[in-house]
């Protein structure tokens, strides 16, 4: 029994001892955070209190983002009428050494978009904002954006359950990110669309500091899906449905290059007047030099789109094809439906940005005819008979379109014998 007991006192001890510990660290993570954020360019952070208890603690801060930053997000002119962004951040925060630390924060425009805001949202509480870490163990991270509900005239813009999930180390570095809604919807006189059910996730192959997280080339694969996606223009109407994607960039031999493969598919996309299915894109891409291709992301990001340098964008551009990265087209697929199917697949690859240094081979090949695969549109039954006679080869009940690149005539040879220029003539 006198062991039990002791258990259990070293147990209580522990638990404040570790609640006290975890209580003075508290502080210092939110401080820590604080820091990263305050270096960002165009933002400034205030605190108006930070109460600290052995249990609990309040936080209150104000986030300020200039009027130029929100011009640059939305890739407009600060002198349109932009105003400082004020946020005012009320977190209640509670630890103990068996849940560690669980931060619930609520998150209000104030100022002089307050008014505006609450056109969208109902009120100025625009989010909340969960985050939780173990005593070992990863900070993980929630956003959530209230939902919007705006009409005007015969304008809408809903949105249903947005969120933003993060997991982070001690060190602030990001593991990864998601981000999910269940509905978005915009309508514009006779023009709507509607989004469904969207996620999305993002995950380096090892955890980096925010700037890298956002703005390099690195190791780590993207996953992206909508289950639905409407479009009404008042005369037509067209859905896409389950659309999915994943992206993955894997190091090479060579450490200073990454290979990316690419695979889209979708269930079926229908309307008035088209139908197709079983959509898929596989495409693939060697011999990324990373040095050079971040050089490159940097100058689009870091320029002012009116004073970019297009000849610079040129030299950056050079210097990627310089290292000879070559992209795979491995497939590219659809049915019509009555199951036809249309296919595309090339290598092409390029040493700089001219002709000269073009190299492409592939093919393009149909279970039917043009006219019979796109036996929708019969307005175009013509056009569509005359490039079938000129373009494509019968071979064992295929249609089939072989073509190249000529590096000595400068020109696109299709079957052998007809070229691009033969075209023009």
């Known amino acids: 029994m006198k062991k039990i007991i002791a258990i259990l006192v070293v147990l209580v001890l522990a638990f404040f001892g570790g609640s006290f510990y975890l209580s003075s660290q508290t502080q210092k993570y939110f401080d820590r955070y604080l820091g990263i954020i305050s270096k960002t360019d165009g933002v400034s952070i205030e605190r108006n ?136 919807s915009f309508s514009e006189y006779r023009n709507h669309i509607k989004i469904e059910h969207i996620k999305y996730l993002y995950k380096p192959i090892k955890a980096l500091d925010v700037k890298s997280f956002f703005t390099k080339l690195v190791e780590g694969s993207c996953n992206f899906s909508i289950d639905k996606i409407s479009l009404e223009d008042g005369r037509a109407k067209a859905n896409i449905s389950k659309f999915s994607s994943s992206s993955t960039f894997m190091q090479e031999k060579n450490a200073e290059f990454l290979s990316n493969k690419n695979m889209i598919n979708i269930e079926k996309i229908y309307g008035d007047e088209i139908s197709f299915k079983d959509i898929n894109l596989d495409f693939r891409i060697h011999h990324l030099h990373v040095k050079s291709v971040n050089e490159f992301l940097a100058y689009i990001r870091e320029s002012d789109p009116s004073l970019a340098s297009l000849e610079q964008i040129g030299r950056l551009g050079e210097k990627i094809l310089s290292y000879k990265p070559t992209l795979f087209l491995q497939d590219l697929s659809l049915k019509n439906d009555k199951d036809k199917k249309a296919r595309l697949h090339f290598q092409a690859s390029a040493k700089e940005v001219s002709l000269d240094g073009l190299s492409l081979k592939g093919q393009l090949s149909l279970d039917t005819t043009l006219s019979e695969f796109f036996y929708q549109a019969q307005g175009f039954k013509s056009i569509l008979d005359g490039g079938q006679d000129t373009f494509f080869t019968n071979k064992n009940g295929k249609y089939i379109l072989d073509f190249r690149y000529d590096k000595d005539k400068k020109d696109i040879i299709i079957n052998d014998t007809l070229t691009l220029f033969d075209m023009t003539d």
């Open 49 to 184: 209190s930070f109460d600290k208890g052995l249990f609990s603690s309040k936080d209150e801060l104000e986030l300020k983002i200039s009027k130029k930053i929100v011009a640059q997000s939305l890739g407009t002119e600060e002198s349109l009428g932009f105003s400082d962004i004020l946020l005012l951040v009320k977190s209640d925060i509670k630890h103990s050494l068996f849940s560690g630390v669980e931060s619930k924060s609520k998150v209000e425009i104030i100022g002089e978009n307050e008014k505006f805001i609450k056109k969208f949202f109902g009120s100025n509480h625009i989010a909340d904002i969960i985050s939780s870490k173990a005593l070992i163990g990863d900070i993980k991270t929630q956003i959530n954006i209230k939902d919007i509900d705006f009409k005007e005239d015969e304008n809408t813009l809903k949105s249903k359950n947005v969120r933003l999930t993060f997991l982070s180390d001690d060190e602030n570095n990001l593991a990864n990110m998601g981000i999910g809604l269940d509905e978005l």
